[in-house]
């Protein structure tokens, strides 16, 4: 172990013994750990399964043992899966699917069909492909007539001279309905019929609000609207001179702001130095009349500076004295700092005021004895 110097002696006081910075012991004597040591490990036995997963071990032995805290011995034995070839496998068939659908007359037979899921393989029995479908006979019905129509005939003329109407077409029955055979459907039919556009004559929306009339004077106002629909296949066109209209604005007399000269200059500042007060000032040229403008301020004031005033220096106070030596005699000193430098033409600080000194008293006996005080 180490150590440092705080101090180093000084003054005739005893020096520092730099071999006395560091010392040595013996440790204790530990007897040491044995971990523990193993075989390595034998063959794999032979998989426990014919065909297919199964699983194997193996073993291993012990060594030495551990000793003293040394690692612990792990397993004697392990196991793991293992495959021995795929096992024989049958043909898999799946179920039957339903039957087909029998007509709803006549003779006919119906049949149902299955999928193979697994092929044999490995030695297991093969798949027989004639018997993945099967067949019989459906019972017989006597067949149901359906009833057979003429083809439609041709849209009679649209009911309609301009824009959308109707109009039919007819047919009639070739055979009727026997045995519960589909009945007979509509002898007429009819649809919406287009003749072409009718005359559209011209749309206008509606008037706009009125423009803003002036507050005073003579001055007129208007409005306007818009086209929604223009006139077409033969109808009234649109008028664009109509889309808009004016008349006259009441007439107002218009109030009179009140008008005001410029800003004269700023008068010279009222103070020396620091800050003070000047002004400026304006003439009223036009009274404000029917409500109009007022007048504005015919006076107006700032603060103003005539640049800094004189500052002298100024010191703080005086900090305590320094102690005298205890043997007595030599000098004391005390100090003091700059409070604000001297500025604008003001009394400059003097470096050589900032520090004082004194003779300390010096001592005449071991007896106590007071110093005189400073004034």
Not at 63 to 90: F, H, I, K, V, Y
Not at 267 to 289: E, I, L, P
Not at 365 to 373: D, E, I, K, L, M
Request: aromatic letters at 8%; one cysteine or more.
């Amino acid at each position: 172990r180490s150590r440092q110097i705080l101090t180093q002696g000084a003054y005739g006081g005893a020096q520092c013994d730099f071999g006395s910075l560091s010392e040595s012991e013996q440790c204790p004597f530990v007897t040491c750990a044995v971990d523990c040591q193993m075989t390595f490990w034998a063959a794999w036995s032979r998989c426990d399964a014919d065909c297919g997963t199964g699983r194997r071990s193996r073993t291993r032995s012990v060594q030495t043992p551990a000793q003293n805290g040394g690692r612990s011995c792990g397993q004697l034995e392990e196991w793991e899966t293992c495959d021995s070839g795929p096992c024989a496998q049958d043909c898999a068939y799946g179920d039957w699917a339903s039957w087909s659908q029998c007509p709803s007359c006549g003779a006919a037979s119906r049949s149902r069909s299955r999928q193979i899921l697994t092929q044999g393989a490995y030695g297991g029995a093969q798949c027989d492909f004639g018997s993945l479908s099967e067949s019989e006979q459906c019972p017989f019905v006597t067949c149901a007539v359906d009833c057979q129509m003429t083809f439609w005939a041709a849209w009679s003329r649209c009911d309609a001279d301009c824009g959308t109407g109707r109009r039919s077409r007819t047919r009639s029955v070739q055979t009727p309905a026997q045995n519960g055979g589909r009945s007979c459907g509509q002898l007429e039919e009819w649809e919406t019929c287009d003749s072409g556009p009718c005359a559209q004559d011209c749309a206008y929306g509606d008037w706009a609000s009125w423009s803003q009339c002036p507050s005073c004077g003579a001055a007129s106002r208007s409005r306007s609207r818009q086209i929604l629909t223009q006139g077409a296949f033969g109808g009234d066109q649109c008028d664009f001179g109509s889309l808009s209209e004016s008349e006259s604005c009441p007439f107002v007399s218009c109030a009179v702001d009140c008008e005001m000269s410029f800003w004269s200059q700023w008068s010279r500042c009222d103070a020396d130095c620091g800050s003070g007060r000047r002004s400026r000032t304006r003439f009223v040229k036009v009274s404000a009349s029917n409500g109009g403008r007022s007048c504005g301020q015919t006076e107006e004031l700032e603060s103003c500076s005539s640049g800094p005033c004189a500052r002298d220096c100024e010191y703080g106070a005086w900090a305590s004295w320094n102690p005298c030596p205890s043997c007595g005699g030599g000098y004391r000193t005390r100090t003091r700092r700059i409070g604000a430098e001297g500025s604008n033409g003001g009394i400059r600080c003097d470096a050589g005021s900032l520090v004082e000194q004194e003779s300390c008293p010096v001592a005449q006996s071991p007896a106590h004895f007071s110093f005189p005080r400073n004034p």
